[in-house]
């Protein structure tokens, strides 16, 4: 029946129905032990559950298909982007394959390649099964998860993960394995935030939930359980899109949290297999130096800065405050999509005419950094505007004038300046006021 294709049933129950509370409460459940026994071994099946190992493009292939063939009359042929229209990608093409189409030549290659009609095609038969079932899932994938998170808003899902996420952060420590339960629960709860907060609607009542953004940046410290931190960092990157959004998470700190992380970074660190997840048969360092991106990413968008077509807002008190604790030429980096270059300079020792950065300054900004944690307004929130005015002892006998150290350009006069005409306005402005 079409109408049931979508249902999982256990023994002789739908389970939809029977965890639906409200129209079945207290339902009779009946021969209890075959009940329990046919739960654990669906259960048991979804954990060994492997992977697929084909990619939407081989499994196209093995059925001998273009995902335009089978693609529903509406779908789009260009993705808007700006004035350029550019062609869609293999994951959003997906969303729109017909699965009828896909399921008759499915059944068309299956009766092809049978082995009673087709003894040579045994190899081609057992694959096209993996390959449609690989496309299911992808279908599934796109077409349940944005429907599953305005559900799971609707059902008042939200309060319930904000509860046990703050029970779970009451015992959960920086020095928590991931191998405990309570490390285990915030990882999931902090990666379903970070797909929910990819929704308005979400994001609008995650935000009006105390405690709750708290959790999520404090989260960032659980440097043992690298699957929490990365998405704790994701879900900070997706709430900054509005000014309203980004100034809930200064407010609650999250600057003071995430320019640590950037420090972590080492260039020297090999890079992971990309088969491999995060923080599962990878070094400590691969996981701070995945961390240290996503924390600079996060700065950019929680700021402003990105380079982003998404809209998001420039936040001129974050700019101000990330200038004054990064120095304007590195905090004019976080502009870049890829954030490497300034991760490698934060985490190095470079003197040009433009960039003084050492351990001395690295130093100062922890220790500052730290400071400001403990910092809270009358009303238990942060604030930035010590930040603004923020000063590194290290640089403060340097005589900086348009962006410019000017006692190490005349060390150095072949540098390539990035912005000589502010230089020399601002030079110009200097000696005026000399005179």
């Known amino acids: 029946y079409p109408e049931l294709k979508n249902e999982m049933w256990c023994h002789r129950y739908d389970l939809r129905n029977l965890c639906d509370e409200i129209k079945f409460p207290n339902w009779p459940i009946v021969e209890h032990v075959e009940f329990l026994q046919s739960l654990l071994a669906m259960w048991r099946e979804e954990l060994t559950r492997k992977p697929m190992d084909l990619s939407e493009e081989e499994a196209c292939k093995i059925l001998e298909i273009s995902i335009e063939e089978v693609s529903r009359d509406d779908t789009p042929r260009k993705a808007n982007s700006g004035c350029n229209d550019e062609p869609l990608s293999i994951s959003k093409q997906i969303e729109y394959i017909d699965e009828e189409k896909l399921k008759r030549q499915y059944r068309k290659l299956a009766m092809k390649f049978h082995p009673d009609k087709n003894p ?98 404090h989260s960032t410290e659980l440097e043992l359980v690298p699957t929490a931190v990365a998405t704790a960092l994701q879900a900070i990157s997706h709430i900054s899109v509005s000014f309203e959004f980004q100034n809930t998470l200064l407010k609650a700190g999250a600057m003071w949290y995430l320019i640590p992380l950037l420090l972590n970074y080492d260039s020297t660190a090999e890079e992971p297999d990309k088969k491999d997840a995060l923080g599962v048969g990878i070094s400590v360092q691969i996981a701070k130096n995945s961390h240290a991106v996503l924390a600079a990413r996060a700065l950019s968008r929680l700021s402003g800065l990105c380079n982003s077509e998404d809209g998001i807002p420039y936040n001129a008190s974050a700019v101000d405050a990330l200038k004054a604790l990064l120095t304007p030429k590195l905090a004019s980096k976080l502009k870049d999509e890829q954030p490497l270059d300034l991760l490698s300079t934060l985490n190095s020792n470079l003197e040009t005419p433009e960039i003084i950065w050492n351990s001395s300054t690295r130093a100062e900004l922890l220790k500052f950094v730290d400071e400001q944690r403990s910092i809270l307004c009358h009303d238990g929130l942060f604030d930035l505007k010590n930040s603004c005015s923020f000063i590194y002892e290290t640089l403060s006998k340097e005589l900086y004038i348009g962006n410019v150290y000017l006692r190490v350009y005349n060390d150095q006069p072949d540098f390539e300046i990035s912005e000589p005409e502010e230089l020399c306005i601002a030079l110009v402005d200097f000696i005026s006021c000399l005179v």
């Open 120 to 217: 040579e095609g045994r190899e081609k038969f057992m694959a096209v099964p993996r390959a449609y079932e690989c496309l299911q899932v992808a279908i599934q994938g796109c077409e349940s998860s944005s429907l599953n998170g305005e559900e799971l808003v609707r059902a008042g899902g939200i309060p319930l993960l904000s509860t046990l996420l703050s029970r779970c952060m009451c015992v959960v420590q920086p020095t928590t394995l991931a191998s405990e339960p309570s490390a285990t629960i915030v990882a999931n709860i902090l990666q379903s935030f970070s797909v929910l907060s990819t929704f308005e609607s979400a994001r609008v009542e995650m935000l009006e939930l105390a405690g709750l953004i708290d959790d999520i940046i």
